[in-house]
């Protein structure tokens, strides 16, 4: 995994450094268990798309699984 995310950084021009794994680990699997599997890339795309526009990472990641344990309908 480690030298996935140092691969992936180096083709997008990011710091490995930048990329908390276990926090969006965490975030979707709390999103695929909570609301749907396919869910989960779909919630870490748009973290990033907030992170990328001045977000926290964590305060998000962390609004996001919240979000995702609420009963819906």
Do not use: F, Q
Request: hydrophobic content about 45%.
């Amino acid at each position: 995994m480690d030298e996935w995310i140092a691969t992936a950084c180096a083709e997008l021009g990011l710091d490995p450094a930048d990329v908390d794994r276990n926090l969006i680990l965490d975030m979707a699997r709390d999103v695929a268990h909570g609301v749907a599997r396919p869910a989960a890339p779909l919630t870490a795309y748009l973290l990033g798309v907030a992170v990328g526009r001045g977000g926290d990472p964590k305060e998000l990641a962390a609004r996001l699984s919240e979000l995702a344990s609420r009963p819906t309908g």
